[in-house]
């Protein structure tokens, strides 16, 4: 058992699918088990549905945490007796759908719950359990019973009828009656009686204590002794009710309470003289996403700064702080100076003396101006070489990141994470202000403590002030500081979804809807931004109150000791100096959470795995020194693919052979594209094995094949480039066939003959100037170009083309790649009967594999396919209630009667 934290590590989610790994990082870290939130994300992207409650469990157990799921009644999650808190709470939306929080813990009539959408936030009880989604499941009733019968029931029990006004005394009289009955009725009633009672007194229909305590034990014994017992109390007070199936007196019951993840801290391991088999045991049969997640060491971002800065010497840097401390000391002594033109004419009696002394001063002021000139110029070179240095490393990283960390994370997010690396250029100004100041209220404390001794502990303390107190407040401004950049990232998602799906949008009528979600989203970003404001006002206000209440104490404590009146000036300008360095100090110093958390924010994607490092193992191996042969051999043994927990692909196996041409047919979601991906890495498999040319398909083999794969699919991204560039973007080398083949190769003639700058003409982001069979056309061009390719993947790679046309470049395509290995994903069964093998996949398994003429003989699913087609084709073509429209030169005409 280990001692609860106060306050509940906050943690915001990224998007809404993100509350169950954002609360299952806070659940985990207020254990005692540090994981890291990115690669907790990416886990519950693929093995792990971050969905289920049951998977939250089932995690923090694996990692090292003592959880267990439970059923409560919801009012006992705020007893303190049910020992349910820290426990992960399943909550009710307003818009009807379920929501993740954490409770931590009871601050008197308040809650304190983590709120992955909000962040952390104190709410009246009460009001809470109206939120909480109460859920109904079956269990048998002699478990129900042995569980009453226990202190997880009858303590929260004793006090809630306490809380009504029961003595203590009555109360466990009353529960043990009620637990003489072997029964489930008796201590169902007991409960359910209490809770109505609760519910009249804290509405104020009903007093506490003895007529609360007469009222209780009457609705007890009358709903024991009743056969239908909701006639008294209604059924809604009931957590448990006979199910309909087994009667009254039956064995199996619904119970009805709050679905919830508790805690006890982390789980105990044995000491290191002790076998380690039982610590060992649980982290052996973690995913590698859930392995990252424990070992992952958590970010520093002040460390990795000083890092980068090393790594361009430290010559450099030491300088500045010597000037900076220069500064410092000059501004102070500064001061000490005019303080002596008080008594120039008292001292110096010559004219000339007087002028010197005065062109001294001069030029030590100018001496201090000159200095800001280096200070100024070495900050800023600083600043430039920072920015451009993580600009670099973050841009080398992006293509390095595999194709899991992207589809765990919004792409606005990313974006706003590259583009707050602007603001790191200003970090070593504001790294030079806070040590400028800090020497100087170091230096002014000092000339206080010298001019009057006594007023010393003050002037220290004050300085002290200045410096700590900052300091403290760090965390809690960074933490809310992270929480207004976290909602900034979401609020960009729907400026980038409204702009690339504005058609769709307007199309269906959904303005209301996305304004409403963009609305939701930006009232939590303002209510976070106002709660940084208000936490940044009040520890400003904190320090010039110190500090000034410290000043006025040295000031009015000198002038009582009947102090030198000259000297008295000079103390007085040093006093009140501390105030308002410790306010800039302070002004300063709240400043960097904001850059901290640019850093952070940055530093997660930076210490991201690149895409295979995890199995990238002597990269020079056999892959490298293995011949090529035209197409490549693919076996898939028992492979099965887990995305979000959920199983998209079971027990594939199939072997494809060198130079074999395959069409995988299915309906839309049946695991075509998944199949295929996986030699793409777009997936891993949980079980089984993939093997290529005999060699598994491991990170190495996976860089080796994709520089011999060809994949055309409409997600394949066109360029607002020109169509020479489209074409033949991607190539290290030369081809072997000239672009004129190409083109009329994949069906590009005519789309050129129509582009007014020919194949300089540039094609718009997305492909937007030209249309979606265009665009196709252009995708089959640039895998053209590369016909020595070993693995060509047509994934729907002649969608938005009429069909003669399809039959057409598929012909063309085929002929091409005739050596090489080709898997064609279609959804028109017609097209892979001129295939020698068919692959039918459904349900995310294989269902059917032959050749096209071998299934069309018996009653296959791929026959029932095909049937399908040409029935469909035929009513449409055949029945008179279809307008035909013919499209045709940007011109439209109606054609009538068949075909």
């Known amino acids: 058992m280990i001692r609860k934290r106060l306050i509940a590590p906050e943690v915001i989610q990224v998007s809404a699918m993100d509350c169950g790994p954002a609360s299952l990082k806070c659940f985990l870290d207020g254990a005692g088990v540090s994981v890291s939130y990115g690669r907790l994300r990416e886990a519950c992207q693929t093995d792990l549905d971050g969905t289920s409650i049951d998977t939250l469990e089932e995690v923090a157990v694996e990692l090292g945490v003592d959880a267990e799921q439970v059923i409560v009644p919801a009012e006992h999650l705020l007893i303190a007796e049910a020992r349910t808190l820290p426990a992960i709470v399943v909550i009710s939306l307003p818009n009807g759908g379920n929501h993740f929080v954490v409770l931590w813990r009871l601050h008197g009539r308040f809650v304190q719950i983590m709120d992955p959408a909000t962040g952390r936030r104190f709410q009246i009880s009460h009001r809470f359990l109206n939120e909480i989604y109460i859920h109904r499941f079956p269990v048998p009733g002699d478990a129900w019973r042995a569980w009453a019968g226990s202190d997880e029931l009858t303590a929260p029990l004793r006090r809630r009828m306490g809380l009504v006004g029961v003595k203590e005394r009555r109360a466990a009289a009353i529960i043990r009656e009620a637990l003489e009955d072997p029964s489930w009725r008796s201590i169902a009633a007991l409960d359910a009686a209490t809770r109505m009672v609760e519910s009249m007194a804290r509405s104020g229909g009903l007093s506490k204590g003895r007529e609360s305590s007469r009222l209780l034990r009457t609705l007890f014994e009358k709903s024991v002794a009743r056969t239908n017992p909701h006639q008294l109390v209604p059924e809604a007070y009931w957590s448990v009710s006979a199910a309909p199936e087994s009667g009254v007196d039956g064995d199996i019951l619904i119970t009805r309470g709050a679905v919830v993840v508790r805690s006890r801290g982390a789980i105990q391991r044995k000491p290191a003289s002790e076998p380690a088999v039982v610590d060992d045991r649980p ?120 194709d899991r960390y992207f589809q765990s994370r919004l792409t606005s997010d990313m974006a706003e994470r590259g583009h707050s690396l602007y603001l790191l250029r200003l970090l070593p100004g504001m790294a030079g202000q806070l040590i400028r100041l800090s020497f100087t209220l170091v230096l002014t404390t000092a000339g206080v403590c010298w001019l009057d001794p006594p007023s010393a502990p003050l002037a220290i303390f004050a300085a002290i002030t200045g410096l700590v107190l900052p300091l403290l407040t760090q965390p809690l401004l960074a933490e809310s500081d992270l929480r207004v950049r976290t909602h900034l990232a979401g609020l ?94 302070a002004f300063t110093a709240l400043q960097y959470p904001a850059y901290r958390n640019v850093v952070l924010r940055l530093l997660e994607p930076l210490g991201a795995p690149d895409d295979g490092d995890i199995i990238r193992m002597g990269h020079s191996s056999s892959v490298e020194q293995t011949p090529h042969t035209a197409g490549v051999d693919i076996v898939f043994n028992e492979v099965s693919v887990l995305a979000a927990g959920h199983i998209i692909l079971r027990d594939i196996s199939v072997r494809i052979a060198s130079g074999e041409h395959i069409a995988i047919v299915g309906k839309s979601g049946a695991g075509k594209s998944s199949l295929v991906g996986l030699l793409l890495d777009w997936g891993r498999p949980a079980s089984g094995s993939i093997t290529v040319d005999g060699l598994p398909l491991d990170a190495p083999m996976i860089e080796s094949l994709r520089r011999r794969t060809v994949w055309v699919d409409p997600s394949v991204q066109i360029w607002n480039r020109t169509l020479m560039d489209n074409i033949s973007y991607g190539m290290t080398g030369g081809s072997s066939l000239d672009m004129s083949s190409v083109i009329d190769e994949s069906g590009l003639s005519p789309v050129l003959k129509k582009l007014p700058n020919g194949l300089q003409t540039m094609l718009g982001e997305g492909g937007a100037l030209v249309s979606g069979g265009e665009g196709q056309r252009v995708r089959l061009a640039r895998g053209m170009m590369r016909p020595q390719a070993g693995l060509v993947i047509l994934d729907e790679g002649f969608r938005g083309i009429d069909r003669e046309q399809r039959s057409r470049l598929l012909a063309n395509a085929r002929a091409l790649w005739s050596d090489a290995t080709l898997l064609y994903v279609t959804h028109d069964a017609a097209e892979a009967a001129d295939f020698d093998r068919v692959i039918v996949v459904e349900d995310g398994c294989i269902a059917e594999d032959d050749k096209p003429a071998e299934l069309l003989k018996r009653e296959s699913r791929y026959r029932a396919m095909l049937d399908a087609e040409q029935d469909a084709r035929a009513q449409m073509t055949s029945n008179r209630i279809w307008r035909r429209l013919s499209f045709r030169d940007g011109s439209i005409e109606e054609r009538q009667g068949d075909r």
């Open 283 to 402: 982290r052996r049969h973690l995913s590698p996403e859930l392995m990252a997640a424990l070992e992952d060491p958590p970010a520093r971002p002040l460390r990795e700064l000083v890092g980068l800065l090393e790594a361009d010497g430290v010559l450099i840097p030491f300088a500045i702080v010597l000037g900076l401390f220069a500064s410092a000391f000059g501004v102070v002594f500064e001061a000490l100076l005019f303080r002596g033109l008080l008594g120039i004419g008292r001292e110096l009696g010559l004219p000339t003396q007087r002028l010197e002394a005065f062109g001294a001063l001069l030029i030590f002021a100018a001496s201090l101006l000159v200095l800001e000139l280096p200070l100024t110029a070495g900050l800023l070179r600083i600043g430039r070489r920072l920015e451009t240095r993580l600009r670099l490393l973050f841009l080398e990283k992006l293509p390095r990141l595999g």
């Open 492 to 585: 960009s998602r729907f400026y980038l979804d409204a702009l690339l799906g504005l058609v769709p949008i307007r199309t269906h009528g959904a303005e209301r809807a996305i304004r409403r979600e963009h609305e939701g989203l930006l009232v939590q970003w303002t209510r976070s931004g106002l709660k940084l404001q208000r936490r940044v006002l009040a520890v400003d206000a904190l320090q010039s109150m110190i500090a000034l209440g410290l000043t006025c104490w040295i000031v009015f404590g000198y002038a009582a000791r009947a102090g030198d009146a000259g000297n008295s000036l000079l103390l007085i300008y040093w006093a009140l100096s501390l105030p308002a360095l410790g306010q800039q100090l």
